[in-house]
């Protein structure tokens, strides 16, 4: 294993051993970026990838005498989330200031909400990956604002362990920001990996289907930090409730579904490893080393009380008037759950191509495909199959990828028509994903479209029944099954761009 400078390695357990002798509880925090135009106190730009430090003012640095203004499109974002999530919404609530020093915080505090959150006591739930249902418990969604980010140059990690010198870019700092805390979640055994994985993912299609956010966990606009603890395993399954929970660590920003499965994994061995050896869990934040599968140490935890919350002093009170908050209700769409199992009683897909399709998050990608024309079978196809495949290569999620429904829609049309095969199909996205063009333009440039001309096709079939006099004679022979032989060899020879069917057709017409 290798792992970056200034790590150690730590033992692990093996998983089921864990679980043998210890419980896992989790605790999931999720911040969420809104897409609002402008910041959560002041008007400056929220464009990702502008260059640094170009969307900045008085306010979001944290000058003296800058006085902010809270964001009316995010508070109704966080009510609409809120609601989302069967939460309560706070009548009347101050926002604070979270105090500690980080170079990426230039007022030297964050605002926040502390005591006072929009919403409280809510629940999200989850289906997990055998069909079956886990209901996470929200503790409460609060508004605050991002930091900035910084980069760390120089040595070999991207850390700032072994770093010449660091920069700091602003621009995210002030950006709006819900972060949604859940409640400890008990009771999810060996599937705690899973449960924390399908969290993330659920509420990630909430979010989407709210318009809120555009959630690119690869772009850093839904992180989750993974709380895992461990408490021992009471002789009496219904006692384990009353088992104290175990001291929790908290790996921070985890920036895909996949690696907030993995996380959760780790720590739950690690932590079991370590108990096992009569040593203790630190309270700290840990880091999430994609390459190598682990966490490592960054820093002790701070309990609320080292923040020295104390209520911001430059800003009014929220205090959503209920008849906003009702009509804001009367926004919400259809839950994603619900929508899923009325497209799959539209589709006519069984379970498990629909639940194919959600892990593939591809359920939109299709749905905007079958508005383009295509048939549902044909859009599944290739957005849970070859595209899946590809996405997963480039490490990438799979609406990122150069290809728009539209397209798909296309390239399904085509295959329809007779115009291509799969084979040629394959190519043809290849090109599309390379940036050639549509897939008609592809198919054209590349000369890629099928033959299906009797005469060209015919004098293929004579020569591949003249190189293969044996197989000839058992079709001849009545051995039908044998043409496929022949068949491969025209399409070897035709590149795949044969029709197949209409290649069949002629090699038992010259041999029946």
Same mark, same amino acid.
């Given at each position: 294993?290798?792992?970056?400078?200034?790590?150690?390695?730590?033992?692990?357990?093996?998983?089921?051993?864990?679980?043998?002798?210890?419980?896992?509880?989790?605790?999931?925090?999720?911040?969420?970026?809104?897409?609002?135009? %402008?910041?959560?106190?002041?008007?400056?730009?929220?464009?990702?990838?502008?260059?640094? #430090?170009?969307? *900045?003012?008085?306010?979001?640095?944290?000058?003296?005498?800058?006085?902010? *203004?809270?964001?009316?499109?995010?508070?109704?974002?966080?009510?609409?989330?809120?609601?989302?999530?069967?939460?309560?919404?706070?009548?009347?609530?101050?926002?604070?200031?979270?105090?500690?020093?980080?170079? =990426?915080?230039?007022?030297?505090?964050?605002?926040?909400?502390?005591?006072?959150?929009?919403?409280?006591?809510?629940?999200?739930?989850?289906?997990?990956?055998?069909?079956?249902?886990?209901?996470?418990?929200?503790?409460?969604?609060?508004?605050?604002?991002? %930091?900035?980010?910084?980069?760390? $140059?120089?040595?070999?990690?991207?850390?700032?362990?072994?770093? =010449?010198?660091?920069?700091?870019?602003?621009?995210?700092?002030?950006?709006?920001?819900?972060?949604?805390?859940?409640?400890?979640?008990?009771?999810?055994?060996?599937?705690?990996?899973? *449960?924390?994985?399908?969290?993330?993912?659920?509420?990630?299609?909430?979010?989407?289907?709210?318009?809120?956010? =555009?959630?690119?966990?690869?772009?850093?606009?839904?992180?989750?930090?993974?709380?895992?603890?461990?408490?021992?395993?009471?002789? &009496?399954?219904?006692?384990?409730?009353?088992?104290?929970?175990?001291?929790?660590?908290? %790996?921070?920003?985890?920036? /895909?579904?996949?690696?907030?499965?993995?996380? $959760?994994?780790? !720590?739950?061995?690690?932590?079991?490893?370590?108990?096992?050896?009569?040593?203790?869990?630190?309270?700290?934040?840990?880091?999430?080393? +994609? #390459?190598?599968?682990?966490?490592?140490?960054?820093?002790?935890?701070? &309990?609320?009380?080292?923040?020295?919350?104390?209520?911001?002093? &430059?800003?009014?009170?929220?205090?959503?008037?209920?008849?906003?908050?009702?009509?804001?209700?009367?926004?919400?769409? +259809?839950?994603?759950?619900?929508?899923?199992?009325?497209?799959?009683?539209?589709?006519?897909?069984?379970?498990?191509?629909?639940?194919?399709? $959600?892990?593939?998050?591809?359920?939109?990608?299709?749905?905007?495909?079958?508005?383009?024309?295509?048939?549902?079978?044909?859009?599944?196809?290739?957005?849970?199959?070859?595209?899946?495949?590809?996405? #997963?290569?480039?490490?990438?999620?799979?609406?990122?990828?150069?290809?728009?429904?539209? =397209?798909?829609? +296309?390239?399904?049309?085509?295959? !329809?028509?007779?115009?291509?095969?799969?084979?040629?199909?394959?190519?043809?996205?290849?090109?599309?994903?390379?940036?050639?063009? /549509?897939? !008609?333009?592809?198919?054209?440039?590349?000369?890629? +479209?099928?033959? /299906?001309?009797?005469?060209?096709?015919?004098?293929? $079939?004579?020569?591949?029944? !003249?190189? #293969?006099?044996?197989?000839?004679?058992?079709?001849?022979?009545?051995?039908?099954?044998?043409?496929?032989?022949?068949?491969?060899?025209?399409?070897?020879?035709?590149?795949?761009?044969?029709?197949?069917?209409?290649?069949?057709?002629? *090699?038992?017409?010259?041999?029946?």
């Amino acid at each position: 294993m290798t792992t970056h400078a200034n790590a150690r390695v730590e033992d692990v357990l093996d998983y089921d051993e864990v679980l043998e002798q210890f419980d896992p509880v989790l605790g999931l925090e999720v911040h969420v970026e809104l897409s609002t135009r %402008t910041k959560m106190f002041c008007g400056c730009g929220t464009a990702f990838g502008a260059e640094p #430090n170009t969307q *900045v003012c008085p306010v979001c640095l944290g000058l003296p005498g800058a006085l902010p *203004v809270v964001n009316a499109s995010a508070v109704e974002s966080a009510i609409r989330i809120g609601l989302a999530l069967h939460c309560d919404i706070t009548p009347w609530g101050r926002f604070a200031r979270k105090n500690y020093f980080y170079p =990426d915080m230039p007022k030297n505090f964050q605002t926040s909400q502390y005591d006072e959150p929009i919403a409280t006591n809510g629940y999200l739930d989850v289906e997990l990956d055998d069909g079956s249902t886990y209901r996470v418990q929200i503790e409460r969604a609060h508004m605050e604002e991002d %930091t900035g980010k910084s980069l760390h $140059v120089g040595g070999s990690t991207g850390r700032i362990h072994g770093a =010449d010198y660091s920069l700091v870019d602003y621009n995210r700092a002030g950006i709006p920001l819900i972060e949604i805390v859940t409640k400890p979640l008990a009771g999810t055994g060996e599937r705690a990996p899973e *449960v924390a994985r399908a969290y993330v993912a659920a509420l990630r299609d909430l979010l989407r289907a709210l318009d809120v956010s =555009d959630v690119r966990m690869e772009q850093g606009s839904l992180r989750c930090d993974a709380n895992v603890s461990l408490r021992p395993k009471a002789q &009496d399954p219904s006692a384990q409730d009353s088992v104290p929970l175990g001291t929790r660590t908290e %790996t921070k920003n985890v920036n /895909s579904l996949r690696s907030v499965e993995r996380a $959760v994994r780790y !720590e739950i061995t690690r932590q079991g490893a370590r108990l096992l050896a009569g040593e203790r869990i630190v309270q700290e934040t840990r880091h999430w080393q +994609e #390459n190598d599968g682990v966490t490592t140490s960054g820093r002790e935890k701070s &309990d609320a009380e080292d923040y020295r919350y104390f209520p911001e002093p &430059d800003l009014v009170p929220v205090a959503p008037d209920a008849d906003w908050v009702e009509r804001l209700r009367g926004t919400l769409p +259809e839950p994603p759950a619900e929508r899923r199992k009325r497209l799959q009683q539209d589709w006519g897909f069984t379970d498990l191509e629909m639940r194919d399709l $959600v892990n593939a998050s591809a359920t939109e990608l299709v749905e905007a495909t079958v508005a383009e024309g295509a048939a549902p079978s044909a859009a599944r196809k290739w957005w849970s199959g070859e595209l899946a495949r590809r996405a #997963n290569a480039d490490g990438v999620e799979l609406g990122a990828l150069p290809v728009t429904p539209a =397209d798909v829609a +296309e390239l399904a049309a085509l295959v !329809e028509a007779g115009r291509i095969n799969d084979t040629i199909a394959r190519q043809v996205l290849e090109g599309v994903l390379a940036g050639e063009g /549509s897939p !008609e333009q592809v198919v054209s440039a590349r000369g890629l +479209e099928v033959v /299906s001309d009797d005469g060209a096709l015919g004098a293929a $079939v004579d020569r591949a029944i !003249e190189a #293969n006099p044996d197989v000839a004679q058992k079709i001849r022979d009545g051995k039908v099954a044998a043409a496929g032989a022949l068949i491969g060899a025209v399409m070897k020879e035709m590149r795949g761009q044969a029709d197949a069917g209409r290649v069949r057709e002629l *090699v038992l017409e010259r041999l029946s």
